[in-house]
């Protein structure tokens, strides 16, 4: 679970920022918990402290990333180094994607075959991207990320076999404390 970022143009922290009384920190990590137990991996930065409180108790591993501000390839490149000789696969997982639901991502899950060219990802909104299963055999090229530069490279790399798994409220991710109201005026209704 990815949740080290500045959120700068959401102007505060927004992994504390609440979502029906819940916080996207607290939302995303009771999610990774439900999905892969005690073998989850949180990746706090900006202001984990607090973050931390949050989503405590924690089920799982933390690893705090002392270059966050320098992108989300810093969070998943050392995410992968901690579990890349223990782990057959790493599935990724955002905490700005509050709509991603147990049953996606257990999809995401049953949906690899073992294969270790094999990635499973999410489709929505005409493109494809996290969550997503990324096999043993990506984990040189994930621990070699750096920035801003996520994963999306492997997605496209003729290497790998993407499957994809449909989900369209994994395009809804909070970016702006307007994108906030907007999920949760939707909610209301």
């Not at 005690?38 to 202001?47: E, F, N, T, Y």
């Not at 000789?85 to 991603?100: E, G, K, N, S």
């Not at 999306?152 to 991710?173: C, G, M, P, T, Y």
Request: one cysteine or more; aromatic letters at 4%; hydrophobic letters at 45%.
């Amino acid at each position: 679970m990815l949740a080290a970022g500045s959120a700068v143009r959401f102007g505060s922290t927004k992994q504390l920022a609440e979502l029906d009384n819940i916080s996207l920190a607290r939302r995303a990590t009771t999610l990774a918990a439900n999905c892969c137990e005690s073998r989850s991996i949180l990746v706090l930065g900006h202001d984990w402290n607090a973050v931390l409180d949050a989503c405590s108790p924690l089920r799982g591993f933390l690893i705090i990333n002392d270059k966050h501000e320098d992108g989300i390839g810093t969070s998943l490149a050392l995410a992968i180094q901690s579990i890349r000789h223990v782990a057959r696969a790493v599935l990724v997982l955002l905490a700005d994607q509050p709509l991603i639901t147990s049953a996606h991502v257990a999809a995401l899950i049953d949906e690899w075959s073992g294969d270790e060219h094999e990635i499973v990802a999410t489709s929505y909104a005409d493109t494809t991207g996290v969550p997503a299963l990324f096999p043993a055999a990506c984990f040189d090229k994930l621990a070699a990320l750096n920035g801003d530069q996520g994963a999306r490279a492997l997605l496209d790399d003729s290497q790998f076999n993407v499957r994809k798994i449909e989900f369209e409220d994994a395009a809804i991710d909070i970016d702006t404390a307007a994108d906030l109201a907007r999920i949760s005026r939707n909610a209301r209704n």
